[in-house]
């Protein structure tokens, strides 16, 4: 950085590029929406066949361009807001400086020199003038500074202090230049038109990189409330202005999806972000290795073993551990692969959009992601699906599936209502029958449970100045999670049985709530729904009550817990969301009966003794 160039830079300019970068990623970011949510869906809701499938294809890749153009043009947006944060003071510094040397009538030269006229006497003469430098080296301005002040030209000591604050503003304009220049480079996308697995790894590589280099600028943003409830982060994400809130999008979307309380369109947004860096991230480490060829030869040696290719042979000393190790990789790619599959689903059989509500493919032990059909901001009704033993984001096909079909039988039953149905798989859920006996994961899991409950709560108050219509759902291991949130006191673990916001309670295949009767909960019996299946279903239940699940030995399909009880159809523990050529199961109807407050509808095997929901 000169003085030519300094003298020329203009911060405006670059707030006004870093706005028309934000243009532009708010255009990209809805042409992605209306293709997904708008052109793509009305084209699944009324053609099909293999042309119809190749156009929903070229769409997707459409989509996904204008999201990466979204993400890489909001971060060169805050990018360039930074630059100009950082350089501003330099910037400032250097025009005070050239303005008093102007109001000095001194000249100031392309290397920073401060030319100064003739001034004061010395043996009745005027003393020339002269021309200032400055130096980085302590002892060498000094001793410029000790030259200045003994020069009988009072001009040369003025001449020197603006010489010297020329020199720093340089300096610490160049060091903004040195960092930002090379980052902004960093930034330019290759000249292809495809965006594949290394662009987007490499844009997580870039948000990084943008992170680390606007930490001074960011610090002005008001951060989140430290270990805040929902209310708190609903309150904080809106006093913050839209271009904090776009910043902070850009800069940090794994902390803004996770934030319970905030709009259900923020929280998708930065998911997104999330899961297609990640994605893209992990695809280019697969990538990086050859697939192993055919592993066995057609014939077996002499003894009857099987006999190893040469090729594979050779792939495996190679790249055999490497690829290995990345067995967590591939199952995770499985599981965003279901996610994305669902986005893609919007608009078949009339299925609404799909909200990423939360996603951390390393978080909480197997991987955590939570999904919403509808936006549960603005429903009418919202049902909170949670998932138990064996649960993780490798194998999040089924449990989304099951959120679909709860959503399809809601929807059948009032198709006029706002319904938004939720798979939340935000806990370590325990991976074997043996661990499922044990409360901790039940324990440890409902902090984030009740966080979201919470949260989801907060939102809807929020968007519509109400609540909607909540029915919280657990499958298995899932009413014991639930029995745990329902004593939990966020954020103090004081088990003070602080009522949820929820309206009913669903419990399937339950193996124990560790409470003896919904009141223990604070849960109205009335509004307290359980069902059994048939087959492998009893195993589970009984199991719990032997192990202690239950309170007084009490589970909910129990007469004794206090509940109603529902029939059911479902022959075994998997069963209970089961659809029938597009209608549902007796034990799926009866939950959407509940999801949409028809109590009187669902069938009962025996009702709570205390009365009918109200």
């Known amino acids: 950085m000169d003085v030519p160039a300094l003298k020329a830079l203009k911060t405006s300019q670059f ?32 053609l099909a ?10 769409l997707s890749e459409v989509a996904q361009n204008f999201h990466y153009i979204q993400v890489e043009c909001g971060l060169i947006s805050t990018a360039l807001r930074a630059f100009a944060s950082d350089i501003g003071p330099a910037k400032k510094k250097f025009d005070a400086a050239v303005a008093d040397a102007a109001a000095h009538r001194f000249t100031v030269g392309d290397d920073g020199s401060v030319g100064f006229p003739a001034g004061g006497e010395e043996d009745g003469k005027t003393v020339a003038g002269g021309t200032a430098t400055s130096a980085a080296d302590p002892t060498a301005r000094a001793i410029a500074h000790q030259a200045a002040g003994v020069d009988p030209n009072p001009h040369h000591a003025v001449a020197q202090d603006i010489a010297d604050r020329i020199f720093d503003a340089l300096n610490e304009a160049t060091a903004v230049d040195d960092k930002w220049g090379p980052q902004l480079r960093k930034l330019r996308a290759d000249d292809d038109l495809t965006v ?8 997580q590589q870039d948000m990084a990189g943008v992170d680390k280099d606007a930490a001074s600028y960011l610090g002005h943003l008001k951060a989140p409330p430290a270990h805040g409830q929902a209310a708190d982060n609903a309150a904080w994400w ?3 202005s839209p271009q904090d809130q776009a910043d902070y999008l850009a800069a940090y979307p794994g902390r803004i999806g996770a934030l319970d309380g905030l709009p259900a369109d923020v929280r998708d947004e930065a998911n997104r972000t999330v ?3 990640t994605r893209g991230n992990y695809q280019h480490q697969l990538d990086a290795i050859p697939p192993p060829p055919k592993e066995w030869a057609d014939i077996a040696d002499p003894s009857g073993r099987g006999v190893h290719t040469p090729e594979w042979t050779v792939w495996n000393a190679e790249y055999g551990d490497q690829y290995s190790k990345l067995d967590g990789v591939r199952g995770r790619l499985k599981g965003m692969d279901a996610i994305q599959a669902r986005f893609d689903a919007t608009g078949t059989d009339g299925l609404p959009e799909a909200y990423l509500l939360g996603f951390d493919p390393d978080g909480k032990g197997d991987g955590k992601a939570i999904v919403a059909n509808g936006n549960p901001d603005t429903a009418d009704h919202t049902a909170i699906y949670v998932p138990g033993t064996g649960s993780k984001l490798d194998k999040i096909g089924g449990d989304l599936n099951r959120g679909v079909n709860l959503w399809q039988a809601s ?7 706002k319904i938004s149905t939720i798979t939340w798989l935000d806990y370590n859920a325990p991976d074997t029958i043996p661990q499922a006996t044990q409360d901790s994961y039940a324990h440890d899991g409902a902090p984030a449970l009740r966080g979201f409950i919470d949260g989801n709560a907060a939102a809807h108050e929020a968007a519509t100045g109400g609540r909607a219509h909540t029915t919280l759902i657990g499958h298995s291991y899932g009413s014991t999670l639930i029995g745990d949130t329902a004593k939990y006191t966020y954020p103090d673990d004081g088990w003070a049985g602080d009522p949820m916001p929820v309206d009913d309670v669903v419990v399937a295949g339950s193996p124990g709530m560790q409470a003896a009767h919904p009141g223990d909960l604070g849960l109205d019996p009335t509004h307290m729904w359980a069902e059994g299946a048939g087959g492998n279903d009893h195993i589970v239940r009984d199991g719990g009550r032997a192990m202690g699940l239950g309170g007084d030995g009490n589970i909910p399909t129990d007469r004794a817990f206090g509940g109603n009880v529902m029939q059911s159809d479902a022959g075994d523990h998997s069963a209970y969301w089961n659809m029938h050529n597009g209608k549902p199961s007796v034990s799926l109807q009866n939950q959407a009966d509940v999801i949409v407050g028809r109590y009187g509808d669902a069938k009962l095997v025996y009702a709570s003794p205390y009365g009918n929901p109200r």
Do not use: C, F
Request: glycine share 10%.
């Open 196 to 203: 594949s697995a290394a662009d987007w790894a490499d844009a």
């Open 238 to 240: 809106k006093s913050l």
């Open 49 to 58: 066949g293999v042309g119809a499938d190749a156009a929903h294809t070229q």
């Open 411 to 417: 929807h059948q039953l009032d198709p006029n209502a």
């Open 275 to 277: 899961l297609a860096e």
């Open 15 to 46: 707030e006004g590029l870093a706005a028309g970068y934000r243009t532009l990623s708010d255009a990209a970011s809805q042409g992605k929406d209306d293709i997904e949510n708008s052109i793509s869906a009305k084209m699944r809701g009324k």
